[in-house]
């Protein structure tokens, strides 16, 4: 059984990269540079074997705590990751509850992840090669860790399946789970700042976690080494604990989980609450806009991207170090995040875009409303974080020219997207999924679009780009409020275009939009 | 042509008024790849006639009815309503048809009264009607209570008859209606049936696909059997029927039952 288990594993594997060329490449190349980086990961624990047992010891403990830390806490951040031996669907095969958990374990082995922290904790063995005692101690406590690592994350997916039954969660926590991601380079950098300052700080939190189940494991091999054979032995007794511990918690709320499915309870609402539909105009591009509002401000995929804008802002703050000069692009930065954003649109809608084809839109009212929906809270936002961060940093005079720049970028922006969404579609996040998952067959058509797309935008706004630059290095005010005067006209016009040519393209091409966006399911 | 029964034009059809036909497809024609998916399939659906299309799983009825509605582009044929080519003038042929398409999502982020809302602000009407229609058919299919309820938190067979209402939202003069029962209650799918059976007794006209071929001999006064996207037969449901049911003639036309003694160890005794 356990057996059959880890075959399916790694026939899911094996079925999941024959569905498209195109998708397997992505693999492939994501694959070379997995193995880049563990050959680099390799080589540096053979050589950190020749350094001081004092710093073989802190890195050891340091980089395992951060390994069993990140299995545990990136299925909570993206909720499914890896569901493909999901419990709930070996319900009716009535399997032994002990062979189930043997097979999930091993099959959460079998994968990217579990293979990379293999191999890492193997070579931990070599790590410690002078020491043989501390090498056969690092090669039954890397094991231990390495199932640790599986069932701990197990842990936190069986428990947090149970919450993701509620569609209302699933949405709330695919956003709020992935702020401390983007804090992650601030954190690295304070940690980073922390070892510098005091070399004392590496060894002091080694300690720490060495006595914690996340590094108990990792620092045994290094007490032997040290010849406290005491204290290796009640760290080994501090894993082993944890482990047993979670997996009888596991097991139970595996038993639990198996006989409860997620149940999504909602609540019944009459109707007469219209919303946007009631307060944009009553035309086809006036509907389409309200949709596309809506979908703003309830769909995780798209107001993911607007929780995201105010840490933007916070980070530009913090990167600049006080000097403001990096705060003071926060509007022209966000205006070209913004207008990009529904550069996808199509693609996002997936085949319920097929209600604007069967009720034959014009191209023209579909590129408009999608547009205008973004322009109604774009606009706003951009010219409030232009302005600010001038004011914040005292630097009015330059007014004119990140206003140039800002509202230059923001329609220039919308134009070139509502065409680049007519004519590219490419896999991105179905509805309902977390608006971080990467979908399969993420291939290269999207880094393609997206990154020509960008360059096509700098270039099409190049006209403000230059006057700003002119601007910096002069000094004249004159060119400043060339900028602004440029990049309204300009990207007026080009806004207009857009949505014309874009318009045009979606008359043309409307069934065939609807054909390739199916093919992301 | 591949059909074994001629398809029926105006004059043997009594509900029919003259004129040209509500549905005619002529030839249409699909590939996917290697697999063709349609092959040459010609209907013609009369006026005020309950149309039903049915055949095995894969057999080309989704494919065909989303050729003949404009939302896949054909290699081969034509397809009018009403006289309207639909790949020639197809804002003019969409605004004739109500369209109920299989397998696709919706806007479901919205709920079940700003997405029927939604169709008809699409379809260029006036707010006063939509919100009048919107309400008829929210209560006319038992939604009222669930109206502003999200559409992802629906159950399928509720998500099918919003579909169905945001298809009839501008009173079209041919419904297309892709598995319009699929997992819907007995009562809703009596409801549906009624509305389909005035709707056409007031002169307009309905095609349907569907598995249940019980339903379609009982409501359909016309039908088409189709199998490896080839239309086997077609015309008045007593024509194709014969003296056996409808599901006894597709399975004899279609072939593929399973006649030998099998799976003898399934018995319990």
Redesign the interface.
């Known amino acids: 059984m356990v057996a059959d288990l880890l075959r399916l594993k790694l026939l899911l594997l094996r079925n999941s990269l024959r569905r498209s060329t195109g998708q397997l490449i992505g693999v492939i190349l994501g694959g070379l540079y997995g193995l880049g980086l563990l050959v680099l990961l390799m080589i540096g624990l053979v050589l950190l074997g020749t350094a001081d047992l004092e710093v073989i010891r802190t890195v050891l403990v340091i980089g395992g705590s951060a390994a069993v830390l990140g299995w545990i806490i990136i299925p909570i951040a993206a909720t499914g990751i890896d569901m493909t031996l999901d419990p709930a669907r070996f319900v009716t095969f009535a399997i032994p509850m002990r062979q189930l958990l043997a097979g999930l374990v091993l099959g959460g082995v079998v994968g990217v992840p579990g293979v990379v922290t293999l191999i890492a904790s193997l070579t931990q063995v070599v790590t410690w090669i002078r020491y043989p005692a501390a090498a056969v101690t690092a090669l039954v406590c890397g094991l231990i860790a390495v199932l640790l690592c599986v069932v701990a994350s197990r842990l936190v997916t069986t428990a947090v399946s149970s919450m993701t039954g509620s569609?209302r969660f699933k949405d709330v926590n695919g956003i709020v789970a992935f702020i401390p991601l983007i804090f992650l380079g601030p954190i690295i950098g304070g940690v980073t700042a922390g070892f510098q300052s005091s070399p004392g700080f590496a060894v002091t939190l080694a300690d720490f976690l060495a006595w914690t189940p996340l590094g108990a494991l990792w620092a045994a091999p290094a007490d032997v080494a040290a010849g406290d054979v005491g204290a290796a032995f009640l760290k080994f007794l501090i894993g082993t604990t944890t482990l047993v511990l979670f997996l009888v918690l596991w097991s139970r709320s595996l038993n639990h989980a198996l006989v409860t499915p997620p149940y999504?309870a909602?609540?019944?609402?009459?109707?007469?609450?219209?919303?946007w539909?009631a307060r944009f105009p009553?035309?086809?591009a006036?509907?389409?806009a309200?949709?596309a509002l809506?979908?703003w401000l309830?769909?995780p995929r798209y107001s993911a991207s607007l929780v995201v804008i105010p840490f933007v802002a916070v980070l530009l703050y913090f990167s600049g170090g006080g000097s403001g000069t990096a705060f003071a692009f926060l509007g022209p930065l966000t205006a070209f995040l913004l207008a990009w954003s529904i550069s996808a649109d199509i693609s996002y809608?997936?085949?319920?875009f097929?209600?604007?084809?069967?009720?034959?839109?014009?191209g023209r009212d579909d590129r408009l409303g999608r547009a205008v929906a973004l322009m109604v809270f774009s606009l706003p936002v951009t010219l409030v974080f232009t302005v600010v961060p001038l004011l914040v940093t005292g630097r009015t005079e330059d007014l004119p020219v990140m206003l140039g720049l800002s509202l230059g970028l923001l329609l220039t922006g919308g134009g070139l997207s509502s065409v680049v969404s007519a004519r590219y579609t490419y896999n991105v996040p179905l509805?309902?999924e977390s608006a971080f998952k990467t979908p399969p067959g993420t291939n290269f058509t999207m880094f393609a679009v997206q990154f020509i797309g960008w360059l096509v935008m700098l270039l099409l706004a190049l006209p403000e780009i230059v006057l700003a630059i002119v601007y910096f290095v002069t000094g004249d005010a004159l060119f400043g409020w060339l900028t602004v005067v440029v990049g309204l006209v300009l990207g007026s016009v080009l806004f207009v275009v857009g949505i014309r040519s874009g318009g045009r393209w979606y008359d043309r091409r409307a069934?065939?939009l609807?054909?390739a966006v199916?093919a992301n399911r | 042509m591949s059909s074994l029964v001629t398809p029926p034009t105006d004059e043997n059809n009594p509900q029919a008024r003259a004129g040209t036909a509500a549905l005619s497809i002529r030839g249409l024609a699909k590939r996917f790849g290697e697999k063709i998916a349609v092959n040459g399939v010609s209907l013609d659906v009369p006026q005020g006639s309950f149309y039903g299309l049915v055949g095995p799983n894969g057999a080309g009825k989704t494919t065909t009815l989303s050729m003949a509605t404009g939302l896949l582009r054909p290699d081969h044929g034509q397809a009018m309503v009403h006289g309207v080519d639909v790949w020639g003038q197809p804002l003019e042929a969409k605004k004739l048809m109500g369209i109920l398409p299989d397998g696709v999502r919706l806007f479901d982020r919205l709920t079940g009264e700003q997405l029927v809302t939604y169709a008809g602000l699409l379809r260029g009407m006036d707010r006063e009607t939509v919100m009048a229609r919107t309400g008829d058919l929210l209560r006319a299919l038992d939604l009222t209570n669930d109206a502003g309820t999200l559409v992802v938190d629906y159950s399928a067979g509720m998500t099918k008859k919003i579909a169905l209402a945001s298809a009839l939202i501008h009173a079209p003069k041919l419904l297309v209606l892709d598995e319009p029962f699929e997992s819907v209650d007995p009562v809703s799918a009596a409801n549906i049936r009624d509305i389909l059976a005035g709707y056409v007794r007031s002169g307009g006209s309905v095609i349907v696909s569907s598995h249940v071929m019980d339903l379609v001999q009982r409501m359909c006064d016309h039908v088409a059997v189709i199998a490896a996207g080839t239309v086997l037969a077609a015309g008045t449901v007593d024509e194709v029927r014969g003296d056996a049911t409808l599901e006894d003639r597709l399975v004899e036309l279609v072939g593929g039952r399973n006649t030998s003694e099998g799976l003898s160890w399934l018995r319990t005794s």
Not at chain 1, 354 to 362: A, E, I, K, N, P
């Open positions: 569609r999504n909602v609540t019944k609402r009459a109707g007469g609450n219209l919303g539909f009553a035309t086809p006036g509907a389409i309200a949709r809506t979908y309830r769909d809608d997936n085949t319920a097929s209600l604007h084809v069967s009720t034959g839109v014009s509805p309902g069934p065939e609807l054909l199916s």
